[in-house]
């Protein structure tokens, strides 16, 4: 990436005015493959967004739980990246003072090989500002219409959600639990239905869900450049649920109402 590119990135980002976070490269180990996480490549991009005044956060690494698949070489167990986020820690203050959050570790799922829980118990308090999880109702290649408003597909967030949160209480008190990452269904969304009207039933719900379960931010997948999981097209026009998170963003207040039994799964009448 060039530091015009990245000029380019935070200029987009202070036009609309959102927030920025950053995902850098665990992957930069030294010695390499089996040793802990090399910063110099990292330090030199926050050294160079300080100079510049941009406001990015940072995380570090994405879906460590699959990195088995990903990258077999490079085995970063759970202990090693909460180790690898420590040392980040500890280099904001210096490098990157603007930083207002770190957040991790963006995991795939809640029980492939424990990984999560064991992350959260060797991290400990006061390291990350915010839990980040990654949900999908679903492989876009093998799901199709109807599943997009079934009731049972739609309740596994809710499940997941409790677990998430309850996990993270009990192993960390007082951090925030994001969604980090998520839409209808991985490998690009299913084709004909990701992109209509049709997978507001699972947007809607999970904006939902994620509200009263105490989920604090809600990160959707993607902005443009994916097949039929953007909120924008190819041609960058709005796909639907573009437009259901503009009317939520505008219509929805910040104070989450308890609606009684609204966590409760079987329910075909959705209502937070």
Not at 126 to 133: E, R, S
Not at 186 to 215: E, H, R
Not at 240 to 268: E, I
């Amino acid at each position: 990436m060039t530091a015009a590119a990245w000029d380019s990135i935070n200029g987009f980002v202070s036009d609309v005015g959102w927030s920025f976070v950053f995902g850098l490269n665990v992957l930069l180990r030294s010695p390499w493959p089996v040793g802990s996480w090399f910063p110099d490549n990292a330090v030199s991009l926050m050294e160079y967004t300080h100079t510049r005044g941009y406001q990015v956060d940072w995380e570090l690494g994405n879906e460590p739980d699959l990195l088995y698949k990903v990258e077999p070489r490079i085995p970063i167990t759970p202990s090693e990246l909460a180790s690898d986020f420590k040392q980040l820690k500890t280099l904001v203050p210096k490098y990157s003072p603007q930083t207002k959050r770190i957040i991790g570790p963006d995991v795939a799922s809640l029980t492939r090989n424990d990984f999560f829980e064991k992350f959260l118990d060797s991290i400990g308090t006061g390291v990350l500002d915010a839990i980040t999880w990654h949900h999908y109702y679903g492989d876009g290649q093998k799901t199709s219409l109807p599943d997009f408003y079934d009731v049972s597909l739609l309740d596994q967030f809710i499940n997941q959600s409790l677990t998430v949160v309850s996990l993270v209480k009990s192993s960390l008190h007082s951090s925030e639990v994001w969604v980090g990452e998520t839409a209808s269904t991985y490998d690009s969304g299913t084709p004909n239905v990701s992109d209509s009207y049709a997978a507001g039933f699972m947007w809607l719900d999970k904006l939902g869900v994620a509200a009263i379960s105490g989920q604090r931010k809600l990160c959707r997948q993607v902005l443009f450049g994916s097949k039929t999981n953007g909120l924008l097209n190819a041609t960058i026009y709005p796909n639907p649920d573009y437009w259901l998170s503009v009317l939520h963003k505008r219509l929805v207040g910040t104070k989450v109402l308890y609606v009684t039994d609204s966590l409760t799964n079987g329910r075909s009448l959705r209502v937070y």
